[in-house]
């Protein structure tokens, strides 16, 4: 009975592991994980099975897969609740005040952001995004930064290493940042391991930081937590969110507009 509870009492570490090597590598085996945690594959097909069942992986022969690692495409996601993504943008820029530095992360909610900011006056726009960058480059009112890094082809932007440690080159006034979804407790999270862990120094490094969240991603479960979330000034949605993540996010202290 010992043996067995201790075996219950590790199940959260165990599922951990297996979000965070499907996030990394985009498949996982049975046979890896029963021998790194010294248990048996059946033990790690039900652990595997209950996430599965979460929407989490997919399970193939031999092992689970994850489907939700990447994003589709940035010109197929910008057609996604464009309504409610422009409606974010325009909330989202009228936080902005003439003369601040501000950070706009990829995505299409990001990108409607910066096409609100247009006509504001002597604004700095740090972005990762190659579309951000080249759509705010001819305003003559604005500087434009790019972060350096590698560029994914998928959310034509830079990533990686690079990316992160240029964060700390720039004194941010507010930031706005995009997220792979919203868990029923309330949870803010992503597609990738990199891409959490640069949204999570930037919350850290921003005076403001405000997640951009539609209606979309409300239940939708990525599988990295977004480290240090719960410190963001809060989110901007397209819709309130329901009750549960509502809830969650009001226990966590974070603000929720909802824009018009």
């Known amino acids: 009975m010992a043996s067995q ?18 996030a990394a590598d985009g498949s996982v085996g049975i046979a890896e994980l ?3 945690f010294d248990v048996s594959r059946e033990t790690i097909r039900r652990d595997m099975k209950l996430l599965a069942e979460r929407g989490q992986l997919d399970l193939v022969h031999g092992g689970a897969r994850s489907f939700a690692a990447t994003e589709a495409a940035l010109p197929l996601r910008s057609q996604e609740n464009a309504a409610g993504k422009a409606a974010i943008g325009r909330a989202a820029a009228a936080l902005v005040e003439d003369g601040m530095v501000v950070f706009l992360d990829s995505g299409t909610s990001a990108l409607e952001v910066a096409n609100a900011l247009i006509g ?5 726009i740090c972005t990762t995004s190659l579309v951000i960058a080249l759509l705010l480059c001819r305003q003559p009112s ?18 990686g290493i690079d990316a992160l440690e240029a964060i700390g080159r720039y004194r941010i006034d507010i930031a706005f940042l995009g ?30 930081t405000y997640f951009l969240l539609d209606s979309s991603k409300f239940g939708r479960l990525t599988p990295m937590r977004i480290r240090n979330f719960e410190r963001a ?28």
Do not use: C, W, Y
């Open 233 to 260: 000034s809060g989110i901007i949605v397209d819709a309130p969110p329901p009750v549960p993540s509502g809830h969650g996010l009001k226990k966590k202290g974070m603000k929720v507009i909802v824009a018009g």
């Open 142 to 159: 604005m500087r434009v930064h790019i972060l350096g890094g590698e560029i994914d082809p998928i959310e034509e932007a830079a990533s």
């Open 179 to 208: 997220a792979g979804g919203l868990t029923p407790d309330g949870t803010i999270t992503d597609f990738t391991r990199s891409g959490a862990e640069q949204r999570a120094q930037m919350v850290t490094h921003a005076a403001k």
């Open 34 to 36: 029963a021998a790194f």
């Open 120 to 124: 504001k006056q002597n604004l700095t």
């Open 5 to 22: 509870n201790s075996s219950r009492a590790l199940a959260p570490r165990r599922h951990d592991e297996i979000l965070k090597r499907l």
